[in-house]
């Protein structure tokens, strides 16, 4: 293997290079060429500053996370970053792309930082479940303030580098030859004494209100709950307000070595690479080129017609919407404008990137425009006929090569595409609502569709910043269909003695953001009602004949305040007990565990059914999906890991303890239960 880390003179100043693609991960080799390239310098007299730069795409980014959990190699970065610091001669960080964790704190124990605008900086160890553990947590409050510094560490979310120039992390933005400004910066202050080292003390963290800390966790409690490393980084950073430096980083690693050998550090690891393995499209070949998306179709000016539309919109490219008539061709676009204009006052947008989304938008009333597009997709009602209609019309319409999407959550892309003279060309899209929030997408592969099509939807996905995941055609695809055995169990957990506040609190005390009941209400109760008031055949029946549909009504499973503010219900509860008692069901205690496995072990049970019926590519790719379009607590990995961690065994143990209740139509997963028996796992 070559060695990454090589050196070169421009004149007295040592550039000592980084070639370590793809991300300059700060690998042992890596580490080992820095202490010995800063070395090097500093014993050659005729070396008077030193550059550290990164060949390829970005600055380091990071620790190389394919080391973790195997036998450490020295120098730990620790080291390397103090033994850059202690340096005599001034050290000069050259950052572009992503100075992130380690990479992060490699420039924070160099001097100087001089960075490209387009650079970004940030600590994303919180995403891993883990925290700066090579000092960040002490010497970033000291560079940049502890505020700036708590939000980065808590958050992972990285900060451009005019923000970090803002607040003194980088010391000058430069534009053109990064390295050359960095040997010009490294001249400048080759003769200054004494060298500013980050570890030193700091006014930044001088006077520092103790307040800041609670208050801080106080605010995030919600989106910090259940998850273990966010406040595990607070509290670095607030031993570096509170404690001299060496102490200070004591905590720090004390703290990182208790995240690191966690349940939710692995968890989140995990989750790394199996939302990166999701890209990749098993059978077909790395050479299949993606076709070229000039111009995006939408049919539907709805919530999800125009939700999709914003995705290409902001992404650059430029998109024809149509609808049947002008006042909802008007009301579509004039929510998309209404929604870029409130991203833009949450300071995320500017105004002239709003305009120059809306300004790609082309609104038509004529279906034939839809022949310029090379993608089109269709966003209307949920129902296989129109759906036929739609696309025996598209295949008439459509250039030849154009790409034909469904947006369809449920419905068999196989029959759709079996209108078509082009199936090959035919593939779902299923974007989840709301469509320009959510990350995932599913992206459906019918039994024809080509593989470049494949590629073209993978890549436009990355393209338009989604998380796309190949699912099989089957009725829900991989998410929907695994929620229909847990809101299924949830409705008979009702009928058996369970409320809704009950099961929805089981869920969200596992880590869920909301339950069954509250997602219900928050979806519409009405959705995939057949309208008919007379015919109240379940408690969802009951709600939507009496217009309990939900927070949109003020009334679903739960009654709303003004606020939307949810109570329990006694209408329902009197609903539910009719019902049962129409039905001769004896309410009983139910207990949280037996929520559990008949709504989550449940779920678990049809992932594998999916996934021996071929319809996910790899088991980590339903917890991308339900991670994404769900907001399982990534803390936890995602179901099949889950399941991984609970043991195979219990889940099945607690399935057969549920089974007689589970209902006549509900059965084993048989690779759960050859998993189970051979001890085996899905996802490791
Ligand atoms: N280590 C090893 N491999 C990495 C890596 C890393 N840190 N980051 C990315 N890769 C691989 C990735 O698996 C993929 O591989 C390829 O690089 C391209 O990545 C002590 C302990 C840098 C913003 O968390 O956020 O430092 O699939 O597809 O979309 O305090 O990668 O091609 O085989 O994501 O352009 C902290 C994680 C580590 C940064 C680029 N650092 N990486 O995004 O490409 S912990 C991170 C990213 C740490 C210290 C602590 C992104 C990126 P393959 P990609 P991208």
């Known amino acids: 293997m070559t060695d990454p880390i090589s050196s070169e003179n421009h004149g007295d100043v040592r550039i000592i290079w980084s070639d370590n693609p793809p991300v300059n991960a700060l690998g042992a080799a890596v580490r080992q060429g820095l202490v010995r390239e800063i070395e090097a310098a500093e014993d050659d007299d005729s070396v008077k500053a030193v550059v550290i730069a990164c060949k390829g795409r970005t600055f380091f980014a990071g620790a190389d996370i394919t080391e973790f959990g195997k036998p450490p190699v020295m120098p730990w970065l620790p080291t390397v970053v103090d033994r850059i610091e202690a340096c005599e001669k001034p050290v000069v960080a050259a950052i572009h792309g992503t100075a992130l964790g380690g990479g992060c704190e ?97 006014d930044k963290i001088e006077n520092v209100d103790p307040s800041v800390f609670e208050d801080y966790k106080k605010a995030n409690a919600k989106l910090f709950r259940g998850d273990v490393a966010p406040l595990a980084n607070l509290e670095c950073i607030k031993a570096a307000v509170e404690q001299p430096y060496e102490q200070g980083v004591m905590t720090e690693r004390t703290k990182f070595m208790e995240l690191m050998s966690g349940p939710q550090a692995k968890a989140r690891q995990y989750f790394f690479f199996a939302e990166r393995k999701a890209a990749k499209i098993e059978g077909v070949d790395d050479s299949v080129e993606p076709r070229e998306i000039k111009r995006v179709g939408v049919i539907g000016a709805g919530t999800m017609g125009g939700g999709i539309s914003m995705n290409f919109l902001t992404a650059g490219i430029p998109v024809t919407i149509v609808e049947m008539n002008q006042e909802a061709l008007d009301r579509g676009t004039g929510v998309m404008l209404k929604n870029y204009q409130s991203t833009a006052r949450k300071g995320r947008m500017t105004e002239e990137q709003v305009e120059g989304a809306m300004g790609l938008l082309k ?139 009950q099961i929805d609190k089981v869920h969200v005390e596992f880590g869920m953001p909301m339950g069954p009941f509250q997602m219900a209400d928050l979806a519409g109760v009405d959705i995939g009602w057949h309208r008919d008031p007379e015919r109240i055949e379940s408690i969802r029946d009951a709600l939507c004949a009496i217009d309990r549909w939900g927070q949109k009504k003020g009334a679903g499973f739960y009654d709303y305040d003004e606020n939307r503010r949810p109570s329990p219900s006694e209408k329902v509860q009197s609903i ?71 043991g ?37």
């Not at 996910?616 to 990995?637: H, K, L, T």
């Not at 089974?659 to 050859?674: A, I, K, Y």
């Open 648 to 684: 195979l065994d219990t889940i099945v143990e607690g399935l057969k303890r549920q089974e007689e209740r589970l209902g006549d139509d509900w059965s084993f997963s048989q690779l759960l239960l050859d998993k189970a028996e051979a001890g085996e796992k899905f996802t490791r």
């Open 106 to 202: 490699v420039a924070l124990g160099c001097h100087y930082r001089v960075a490209l605008p387009s650079a970004k900086l940030g600590f994303p160890e919180v995403n891993l479940g883990l925290l700066p553990g090579a000092g960040g947590t002490q010497r970033g409050p000291r560079v940049a303030g502890v505020e700036l510094a708590l939000k980065m560490a808590t958050t992972g979310k990285p900060i451009t580098a005019g923000e970090a120039h803002d607040a003194g992390l980088v010391d000058r933005i430069v534009e053109g030859d990064l390295v050359q400004h960095a040997v010009a910066y490294a001249e400048e202050v080759k003769d200054v004494r004494p060298l500013p080292r980050s570890s030193e003390h700091s």
């Open 363 to 501: 609104p038509s009333l004529n279906f034939d425009d839809l022949g310029e597009c090379d993608l089109i997709i269709e966003a209307v009602y949920e129902n296989m006929d129109v759906k036929k209609d739609i696309f025996t019309k598209l295949d008439g319409i459509a250039k030849n090569g154009a790409i034909l999407a469904s947006n369809t959550s449920y419905l068999d892309i196989n029959e759709i595409a079996s209108v078509t003279k082009r199936p090959e060309d035919v593939v779902g899209l299923h974007f989840f609502s709301p469509a320009n929030i959510m990350k995932l997408l599913e992206v459906v592969r019918g039994d024809k569709t080509a593989d470049d099509v494949l590629v073209t939807a993978m890549a436009l996905a990355k393209k338009i910043r989604k998380v796309a995941v190949i699912a099989g055609v089957c009725y829900g695809f991989i998410g929907n269909r695994m929620l229909i055995p847990r809101q299924l169990q949830a409705e008979k957990l009702l009928m058996e003695g369970a409320t809704p506040q």
């Open 576 to 646: 539910i007990d009719d019902f049962a008692a129409k039905q001769g069901i004896e309410k009983r205690e139910i207990s949280d565990q037996e929520i559990v496995e008949r709504t989550l072990y449940t779920m678990v049970n049809e992932g594998a059914k999916i996934l021996d019926e071929g319809k996910a590519q790899r088991a980590s790719d339903i917890d991308v999906v339900w991670v994404y379009g769900y907001g399982w607590p990534v803390y936890r990995g995602g179901p099949m890991y889950w399941a991984d961690s609970e």
